[in-house]
């Protein structure tokens, strides 16, 4: 039997239906949405094991925080009606078939990284649901992402296009020109176009660095922010070496 593990990015998917609602306060009302969008999603995926991961209710931010206070620190917080809900939220879920996994001490985006990699790696199928191009560092021939309200896959020729690099040069490509809203700056003046330009010639960041022959526009910029840039690339690059706890079996997905 051919094992495909679907793993929903949950809080990814719950806000972004929550802010499409007139009324925040209406939970049911999100109850509801998010039940009908994950039945489609089973439909159209079609999983043999599936999982929910959710970040820690306290916005944990772990490791990267300890590493860079600034990270997220401006991160507008989850309202509150929706913070009381997700455990009514979670039920219905459940009812769906679909287990929680909640992150201790880490992000999800770490969480679902290293399950999604660990089943990869055994040579299954993977479909993360999530519109956080973050994941694309990940990506493999049996690892794919789905942004489910684009309708859309995050593939190789999704990178190609946005990005203009490698996806094994992501990490880089974000250590130079940082992502909006997480604190990470990358370098001032260095923008996606010089990016592409510096990273077309150099597979990474200390070959770009150490390059004599470097334009002479780009040395000026990153002269003296090397270290910062190699800090935003660590950032940027998500965990999959965390322990887990459970295994393969335990997400076996059951319709109700």
């Given amino acids: 039997m051919s ?18 609602q007139p009324d925040e306060t209406d939970i049911q009302r999100t109850i509801d949405t998010t039940s009908r969008t994950l039945k489609r999603i089973l439909s159209e995926t079609e999983p043999t094991h599936i999982i929910a991961v959710f970040d820690h209710h306290q916005q944990v931010r772990g490791w990267r925080e300890e590493r860079f206070p600034e990270y997220k620190q401006n991160r507008k917080p989850m309202p509150e009606p929706l913070a009381l809900g997700l455990d009514a939220i979670q039920q219905a ?50 690892l794919r992402i789905r942004d489910y309200f684009q309708h859309r896959w995050l593939d190789q020729a999704f990178v190609e296009k946005e990005f203009a690099v490698k996806v094994a040069q992501l990490s880089d490509y974000w250590g130079l020109t940082g ?78």
């Avoid at 879920?93 to 660990?118: F, M, P, Q, R, Y």
């Avoid at 770009?208 to 190699?230: R, V, W």
């Fill in 3 to 20: 094992i495909h593990l679907v793993i929903i990015d949950a809080l990814n998917l719950i806000r972004r239906v929550h802010s499409a």
């Fill in 93 to 142: 879920w459940w009812e769906l078939g679909i287990d929680s996994l909640l992150s201790d001490g880490d992000e999800a985006d770490d969480l679902v990284a290293t399950l999604a990699v660990k089943v990869e790696n055994q040579q299954h199928q993977v479909t993360i649901i999530s519109t956080d191009k973050g994941y694309c560092q990940l990506l493999s021939p049996s």
């Fill in 179 to 256: 992502i909006s809203g997480t604190g990470l700056s990358g370098i001032a003046g260095v923008g996606p176009k010089a990016a592409r330009e510096i990273l077309a010639n150099h597979e990474t960041l200390e070959q770009a660095f150490a390059d004599d022959e470097l334009p002479e526009k780009y040395k000026k910029k990153i002269a003296g922010n090397e270290q910062h840039a190699l800090l935003c690339r660590e950032l940027a690059s998500l965990k999959t070496d965390l322990e887990l706890g459970f295994n393969l079996q335990d997400l076996r997905w059951t319709k109700p």
